[in-house]
């Protein structure tokens, strides 16, 4: 059962006792010492790569519960980068850990791999684009006469690169994985990634979620074993779609911020930052949504 409580909003954490090393559209990032970090999940969110100025109540306590949830239902599948400190072994300061609590993990430092790796089980987002111009994703030949969010004849491996700041990311064929990280770690990391994701669809749709798609991401520790990292199956990194209301042929709702995309395609914005304010209502069903989804999955 989900142990997010209220808490006030985080848009930017702010640790005196440990160096910041990396902000980006969501997690702050510190460095903890030679084998650990410690990443905070804020509620910033971003759509269109522009950061939006509200932040979304519940957001980061939603995502690090989510990943928390399949970090440990899949150590069984491949290990996952979280540390056994606890965030109490590190930071002391009562208002940092006020200001940390439930959105906080300790993980071990890993040599992150420079590819995402994309599992689709539905045709949706950028793999129906590839689909209707090429009929293929990521040079897989799928059957004619598919409609969009249908599910597809199996899921797909479609990794795709990891594009610098302010950059899309870029579908990718699997001969470029073996090229970026060799033939054994791309395979492996297809494997790895296939099975998480068949794991994770079973158990979702089980509890009224239809997880359409997923991107992991995998990291090698000093002996080379892939390891899961960064976040693990969330409403950010997956489409969560609830069953109830699936139909194929339509773009399904949602529990993650498709509904702030939805309102800000309404507007006559240039997807150039600054961003236009968000609506309290707005902000509160984006909120009410990440909430929806956690309670869902883990009931």
């Known amino acids: 059962m989900s142990q997010v409580r209220t808490v006030a909003p985080l848009f930017e954490s702010n ?20 084998h650990h970090l410690l990443i905070v999940t804020t509620d910033r969110l971003s759509a269109f790569d522009v950061i939006m100025r509200e932040p979304i109540p519940f957001k980061g306590a939603v995502l690090t519960e989510i990943s928390l949830f399949w970090f440990e239902k899949t150590r069984h599948i491949v290990p996952n980068h979280l540390s056994s400190l606890r965030l109490e072994d590190i930071i002391t300061d009562p208002g940092e850990l006020t200001q940390l609590q439930g959105r906080a993990m300790v993980v071990k430092k890993l040599r992150a791999l420079p590819v995402e790796a994309v599992v689709r089980g539905y045709l949706i987002g950028s793999g129906w684009k590839d689909y209707q111009h090429s009929g293929a994703i990521c040079g897989v030949r799928l059957p004619q006469g598919l409609r969009l969010a249908d599910r597809l004849p199996e899921p797909l491996f479609t990794p795709a690169s990891k594009a610098p700041a302010g950059h899309h990311d870029e579908n990718i064929d699997f001969a470029a994985v073996e090229a970026a990280i060799g033939t054994i770690h791309a395979a492996r990391m297809r494997d790895v990634s296939l099975e998480l994701y068949d794991f994770a669809a079973r158990y979702a749709l089980a509890h009224g979620i239809i997880i359409a798609d997923t991107k992991f991401e995998f990291g090698l520790d000093t002996a080379g074993t892939l ?10 990194s997956s489409r969560f779609w609830p069953m109830e209301s699936y139909r194929p042929g339509m773009s399904p709702p949602s529990f ?15 997807k150039q930052p600054p961003p236009p304010p968000l609506p309290a209502d707005i902000v509160a069903r984006t909120s009410e949504n990440y909430r929806k989804g956690l309670a869902l999955l883990t009931a």
């Open 15 to 34: 640790l005196r006792s440990l160096k910041k090393i990396h902000q980006g559209k969501v997690r702050d990032i510190y460095d903890v010492d030679e």
């Open 227 to 236: 390891t899961l990292i960064d976040e693990a199956l969330t409403p950010d």
């Open 256 to 270: 993650d911020k498709q509904f702030v995309r939805d309102y800000l395609e309404s507007l006559h914005w240039n």
